[in-house]
């Protein structure tokens, strides 16, 4: 049975056939577009909204391409190991520019329009799940991210961020914070945590993590040359 995979991007129609050709909708019917070797070696196509080009195609391993009109480029696709091991399902570009690619398995990459990487939505994040099937941006420029359980809304644009057991901290209460040296030290009843800032390509969030001090608790921290006191 040969496999589909269909896009619409603005008013641009691809239907890409397994390990085939590329066709585009065009007065009333599907015709060939491309039947590069590109189209030949993959089984699947997700076709995503770009700000330079009717479209770009995330094909299989990582491998991608840039659409305009009937021209056919390679496009080199920042993450695109980590995309690939995701399976990109779904793409969606944002009112302000803003790039999101849905995976199965790896949750939301967000990239900027000149495809530079800007964030990552996982379960650190706070996603119920990492299995993206849909996303939608709603008149507010919120996000909500359709996923194996249930919806999430993410407001990207939120002036706080939350630093709860996804990332690095407990219930405990925090009784005092200090910065050392560019990075902050949090003492709790748990122990000395350090702030770890997060990495856009690597897809991490800034999170906490547990000084080796022990587990006593602390209830002051001051600023030292040779580092925190306790």
């Not at 996804?166 to 209460?173: E, K, N, P, Y």
């Not at 800034?206 to 030292?224: C, S, V």
């Given at each position: 049975?040969?496999?589909?995979?269909?896009?619409?991007?603005?008013?641009h129609?691809?239907?890409?056939?397994?390990?085939?050709?590329?066709?585009?909708?065009a007065?009333?019917?599907?015709?060939?577009?491309?039947?590069?070797?590109?189209?030949?070696?993959?089984?699947?196509?997700?076709?995503?909204?770009?700000?330079?080009?009717?479209?770009?195609?995330?094909?299989?391993?990582?491998?991608?391409?840039?659409?305009?009109?009937?021209?056919?480029?390679?496009?080199?696709?920042?993450?695109?190991?980590?995309?690939?091991r995701g399976?990109?399902?779904?793409?969606?570009?944002?009112?302000?520019?803003?790039?999101?690619?849905?995976?199965?398995?790896?949750?939301?990459?967000?990239?900027?329009?000149?495809?530079?990487p800007?964030?990552?939505?996982?379960?650190?994040?706070?996603?119920?799940?990492?299995?993206i099937?849909?996303?939608?941006?709603?008149?507010e420029?919120?996000?909500?991210?359709?996923t194996?359980?249930?919806?999430?809304?993410?407001?990207?644009?939120?002036?706080?961020?939350?630093?709860?057991r996804?990332?690095?901290?407990?219930?405990?209460?925090f009784?005092?914070?200090?910065?050392?040296?560019?990075?902050?030290?949090?003492a709790?009843?748990?122990?000395?945590?350090?702030l770890?800032?997060?990495?856009?390509?690597a897809?991490?969030h800034?999170?906490?993590?547990?000084?080796?001090?022990?587990?006593?608790?602390?209830?002051?921290?001051?600023?030292?040359?040779?580092?925190?006191?306790g």
């Open positions: 049975k040969e496999g589909l995979s269909l896009g619409q991007v603005g008013p129609l691809y239907l890409h056939r397994e390990k085939t050709d590329l066709l585009e909708w007065q009333g019917d599907f015709r060939p577009l491309s039947n590069a070797a590109v189209w030949k070696n993959s089984a699947n196509a997700l076709f995503v909204p770009a700000p330079d080009a009717d479209a770009v195609a995330i094909l299989d391993a990582g491998k991608a391409v840039r659409i305009r009109g009937d021209a056919i480029t390679p496009f080199e696709l920042p993450l695109a190991d980590a995309i690939a399976v990109p399902g779904v793409g969606l570009r944002l009112r302000d520019g803003t790039i999101a690619i849905g995976t199965r398995s790896q949750g939301v990459f967000l990239f900027d329009s000149a495809w530079q800007t964030g990552r939505l996982n379960e650190t994040a706070g996603l119920e799940d990492e299995h099937h849909g996303l939608f941006e709603d008149r420029q919120t996000l909500w991210a359709m194996d359980s249930g919806i999430s809304r993410i407001e990207r644009a939120s002036p706080f961020t939350l630093f709860d996804t990332r690095g901290i407990g219930h405990d209460s009784n005092a914070i200090v910065r050392h040296r560019d990075t902050l030290f949090a709790s009843a748990e122990g000395v945590f350090k770890v800032p997060g990495s856009a390509p897809g991490t800034p999170h906490f993590e547990r000084i080796p001090y022990g587990t006593e608790t602390f209830w002051a921290l001051a600023d030292h040359p040779a580092g925190p006191i």
